[in-house]
Structure formats: C-alpha cells, structure tokens
C-alpha cells in the first residue's frame, strides 16, 4: 500500500497533543481517560501517571469543593460549563492557574463522558487581583478624603463662630466709643474701625454660608410674605454707604407688591453685590441698585457698576467659590461672595446672571413669585377632567 503524500500540514494527532490549550476526556467516573501533551508538560507529569487518575485529585481543597457543587452540577444540567478558574496541582506541588470549559458528551451513561479544555490563567488573575486592589486603594482614598473634607469643614465652621463672639466685643466697643463723642479724627478712626468689624462679619458669614453648604446642610431660608423689603434693603445701601462714604450709591425701589423671600438672605446678597461693585466700579462714577416687584410677586434686583468689563475666561467661573480676579481691591476678599449670593439665589428658585460689556457690568436677581395657591386648586380639576 502506498504512503500518501505529504501535504505539509499538521496531523489531527499533533493538533490534538500540541494544541496552545490543554485538553482531557474523562469518563463517566471523572477518571483522565485520555490527556494530551501540553497539559501534561503544564503539570510537569508523564502521560502514565494522569492516565486512571481521577480529575479531581489534581485540584487544591476548595478546587475540589467547587468542582463537586458547582463545576459538576452545572455541567450535569445544561450540558456545559464554561470559563470556570480552578487552581490545578501541578507534579512538584506548585499551583497552576487555570480556566477551564467542559462539554459533556453521550446521552447514555456508559457512553458519557466529559471533555475539558484547559487555559493558562495566570495574566487574568494577577489582572484581577491587581484590579481588586485598585479598587480597594481608590475606596479608601475616597474616604479618607470625604473624612479630612469632613473636619476641615467642620473646623471652619466652629472657627467662624469663635471668631464672632470677640468681634461682636469689638463692634460694642466701638458703638460705646462712638456716643462718648471724641476728636474728628478719633470719629474718623472709629469710622475706619467700625467699616472693618462689618466688613469682618461679612466674611464670616460667608465662610460659615460655604461651610454648611460643603457639609450638606445648604444655604438655610426662613421664608415670609414681606412688605419690608424697601427698608431693609436701604438699611444695607445706608451702612455700605457709611463704610465706603467717599462712593455713591443710587438707588431706585419700585417694591409695590409683597414678596416671598427670606429677607436677611436677601441683604445679605444685595450687600454682597453692592460691595462687590463698589470694590471693582470705577472710583469716580456711581454704583447704581433697582429692585421692583410685580404684582404677582416677582422680584428683579439690578446691581449695576461702570468700569474695566470682566474679562470672558472670568465669567465663566465667576460664581465659583475661591475664584477672585486680578482687579484693583479684590485680593481683599475670599472669593466667597459671589459664590455665596448666587446660591442665596439658587435657595429661593431663581437666578443670579451677570452681564459685563462697554464698561457696564450688571449683577441681576431675578426670583418668581408663588403661584396662588386658590388658582392652582381652581385650575387642577379643570386639567385632569374627561
């Protein structure tokens, strides 16, 4: 008989013995009935000892646990079982890890048996053990962050208190000095010094504002019906104009109807827009505040200063907390007050917008009124009848 020629290709033998994989046939008892060489070579075993040798007893302790409660039943109920990492026990007692799948093969019990292919798995376990551990590194870096944010919010809140209670001393004593009456410089200096204690009282406050922010709390509201907005906002306009006496204020209030808002909050951002104009409007030209509100209880509040326009880069993060420009004067400040006001605005539902050009910067508040609760109630059955 003659000997086929040779194509050069390789025998399904050698596809079979020198796969990149290995690959076992076990019988119906879970005994190696057949094994091919690169499994052996993997194990550092000869093809005689696995030969008989059950499967299982090349597998550690859990292996062997995984093998009979998950690997086997699994393979028993769907006929497959695929990617499953064991760790294999190679002939010198090192581990080998692996990935193996496995098909169960015949439908009658003497004719079953399970064929298995073996993967090399030792890339995808240090990947996923160097994954875990990145992700265990990130989680506590994470929370060692929200814990030092934590205290360092905290102690900025409890610093914020102490410091008000010796300047709350200070302003007393200066008040107290004041009606004693004193030379005209001693009035200018108590001047001065009274300018900076408010002005010292305004930067608590918004770094205390920050803080409860940061922390969870939010800007706190105490929201009322008020008809009293033209005179507390003049009673701000009056004591930025007794600090800043050499700038003028115009003012414009067209406050007919009453507004819902937290009146304090409302200073409070209408004196952070006004010095912030002051400190960054021209010198020689005045600072300009309108407030209306309409019938339905709107309020629009318009701060308005001449001078150098914003730059565009610094627009975009104007409302940011810590963010100050390079303008005369704002070194002087935290960075805080523009931040602190438009969230002031954000609490109350409204907006805060800024519009820088032509030597013309204006700050608007703009807050909806509520709408009226009896027309709400009218309307509502209205919309959902048949």
């Given at each position: 008989?003659?000997?086929?020629?040779?194509?050069?290709?390789?025998?399904?033998?050698?596809?079979?013995?020198?796969?990149?994989?290995?690959?076992?046939?076990?019988?119906?008892?879970?005994?190696?009935?057949?094994?091919?060489?690169?499994?052996?070579?993997?194990?550092?075993?000869?093809?005689?000892?696995?030969?008989?040798?059950?499967?299982?007893?090349?597998?550690?302790?859990?292996?062997?646990?995984?093998?009979?409660?998950?690997?086997?039943?699994?393979?028993?109920?769907?006929?497959?079982?695929?990617?499953?990492?064991?760790?294999?026990?190679?002939?010198?007692?090192?581990?080998?890890?692996?990935?193996?799948?496995?098909?169960?093969?015949?439908?009658?019990?003497?004719?079953?048996?399970?064929?298995?292919?073996?993967?090399?798995?030792?890339?995808?376990?240090?990947?996923?053990?160097?994954?875990?551990?990145?992700?265990?590194?990130?989680?506590?870096?994470?929370?060692?962050?929200?814990?030092?944010?934590?205290?360092?919010?905290?102690?900025?809140?409890?610093?914020?208190?102490?410091?008000?209670?010796?300047?709350?001393?200070?302003?007393?004593?200066?008040?107290?000095?004041?009606?004693?009456?004193?030379?005209?410089?001693?009035?200018?200096?108590?001047?001065?010094?009274?300018?900076?204690?408010?002005?010292?009282?305004?930067?608590?406050?918004?770094?205390?504002?920050?803080?409860?922010?940061?922390?969870?709390?939010?800007?706190?509201?105490?929201?009322?019906?008020?008809?009293?907005?033209?005179?507390?906002?003049?009673?701000?306009?009056?004591?930025?104009s007794t600090t800043h006496p050499d700038r003028v204020i115009d003012v414009e209030f067209d406050l007919k109807a009453p507004v819902d808002c937290d009146p304090s909050r409302i200073a409070q951002l209408v004196s952070n827009l006004l010095g912030n104009a002051i400190t960054h409007g021209a010198e020689n030209r005045p600072v300009s505040i309108t407030?209306?509100?309409?019938?339905?209880?709107?309020?629009?509040?318009?701060?308005?200063?001449?001078?150098?326009?914003?730059?565009?880069?610094?627009?975009?993060?104007?409302?940011?907390?810590?963010?100050?420009?390079?303008?005369?004067?704002?070194?002087?400040?935290?960075?805080?007050?523009?931040?602190?006001?438009?969230?002031?605005?954000?609490?109350?539902?409204?907006?805060?917008?800024?519009?820088?050009?032509?030597?013309?910067?204006?700050?608007?508040?703009h807050l909806p009124g509520r709408p009226d609760p009896e027309i709400n109630e009218a309307d509502e059955p209205r919309a959902h009848r048949p």
């Open positions: 008989m003659q000997t086929p020629p040779s194509t050069g290709l390789p025998t399904t033998e050698d596809l079979f013995e020198d796969a990149p994989c290995g690959y076992l046939v076990l019988d119906r008892d879970g005994k190696i009935a057949k094994v091919n060489r690169t499994f052996c070579k993997w194990l550092a075993y000869s093809r005689d000892a696995l030969l008989g040798q059950r499967f299982s007893s090349l597998l550690s302790v859990s292996g062997r646990i995984s093998y009979e409660t998950h690997f086997i039943p699994l393979l028993q109920l769907q006929g497959f079982s695929h990617e499953i990492s064991f760790d294999l026990l190679a002939a010198d007692g090192g581990r080998f890890a692996a990935s193996m799948s496995a098909q169960l093969h015949g439908i009658a019990e003497l004719e079953a048996s399970i064929r298995i292919t073996v993967f090399p798995a030792l890339q995808r376990r240090r990947y996923e053990r160097d994954l875990v551990e990145a992700r265990e590194a990130s989680e506590a870096a994470r929370l060692t962050e929200l814990e030092t944010g934590k205290l360092r919010e905290e102690f900025v809140a409890v610093l914020g208190h102490d410091l008000r209670n010796p300047l709350a001393a200070l302003s007393a004593g200066v008040r107290a000095l004041s009606r004693e009456g004193s030379t005209e410089r001693g009035a200018r200096i108590l001047g001065l010094m009274d300018g900076s204690i408010q002005r010292m009282f305004g930067l608590i406050d918004n770094v205390l504002d920050f803080a409860r922010a940061r922390l969870g709390d939010g800007i706190g509201l105490t929201r009322c019906v008020t008809e009293q907005l033209p005179s507390i906002l003049t009673q701000v306009v009056e004591e930025l407030a209306v509100s309409s019938a339905a209880g709107d309020l629009t509040v318009m701060v308005s200063n001449e001078g150098p326009s914003i730059p565009h880069d610094a627009m975009e993060r104007l409302f940011e907390p810590f963010v100050r420009g390079a303008s005369r004067g704002y070194s002087e400040g935290l960075g805080l007050g523009l931040h602190i006001a438009s969230e002031i605005a954000k609490a109350h539902g409204g907006t805060l917008t800024v519009s820088s050009s032509g030597g013309l910067t204006r700050f608007t508040l």
